[in-house]
T-cell receptor, first 113, second 116 residues
Framework: SQKIEQNSEALNIQEGKTATLTCNYT??????LQWYRQDPGRGPVFLLL?????KEKRKERLKVTFDTTLKQSLFHITASQPADSATYLC????????????FGKGTTLSVSS | ETGVTQSPTHLIKTRGQQVTLRCSSQ?????VSWYQQALGQGPQFIFQ???????GRGNFPPRFSGLQFPNYSSELNVNALELDDSALYLC???????????????FGNGTRLTVT
């Protein structure tokens, strides 16, 4: 069956360090992968999208990689700040009509000052 | 531009009752997706509507049904509520062509449903 797995334990890091979150998937051939941020009691907010033919995408302090051989995406936040504390969700689109965005369970990041 | 709004924000219902949740799409968006998010879990796809037609469905029973209106707003209806239906229900809008696409989803802040 299709699975999306994120290192779901809480990830605790110190301010200024780089946070690295992992998303692994099985039995998918995603054309695109997206990352979202979700704060408690709020809906997810889109951060970045990466295509299957892209190895890396950057946006300010965020970097996403996508390795279709390993079936893995890594999400990095450099120079992390307490305001980066949130749950980060990985999501995949398939490549069929009507396919919805399917989410992982999320990783909760806590950045301490 | 107006974002996605959902109503009500919170709702308490009794097992066996029926509920209707509402969603207004972001301006210019033609696709609405509904998700159920249990505590500590990722959003689970319920169904998607594109131009008033259901365009994909997740692994949810038929007592979960929906509508999309000509102005692209949407409703989620759940009949015969069960205790396990307690969750955050998220609506997301996007602009798509109706086939597989990569458009980011714009979420509302959800309706917290509690079934007692």
């Amino acid at each position: 069956s299709q699975k999306i797995e994120q290192n779901s334990e809480a990830l605790n890091i110190q301010e200024g360090k780089t946070a690295t979150l992992t998303c692994n998937y099985t039995n998918y051939s995603p054309a695109y992968l997206q990352w979202y941020r979700q704060d408690p009691g709020r809906g997810p907010v889109f951060l970045l999208l990466i295509r299957e033919n892209e190895k890396e995408k950057r946006k300010e302090r965020l970097k996403v990689t996508f390795d279709t051989t390993l079936k893995q995406s890594l999400f990095h936040i450099t120079a992390s700040q307490p305001a980066d504390s949130a749950t980060y969700l990985c999501a995949l689109f398939g490549n069929q009509a009507g396919t919805a965005l399917i989410f992982g369970k999320g990783t909760t990041l806590s950045v301490s000052s | 531009e107006t974002g996605v709004t959902q109503s009500p924000t919170h709702l308490i219902k009794t097992r066996g009752q029926q509920v209707t949740l509402r969603c207004s799409s972001q301006s210019g968006h033609n696709t609405v997706s509904w998700y159920q998010q249990a505590l500590g879990q990722g959003p689970q796809f319920i169904f998607q509507y594109y131009r008033e037609e259901e365009n994909g469905r997740g692994n949810f029973p038929p007592r979960f049904s929906g509508l999309q209106f000509p102005n692209y707003s949407s409703e989620l209806n759940v009949n015969a509520l069960e205790l396990d239906d307690s969750a955050l229900y998220l609506c997301a809008s996007s602009l798509s062509s109706g086939t597989a696409n990569n458009s980011p989803l714009h979420f509302g802040n959800g309706t917290r449903l509690t079934v007692t």
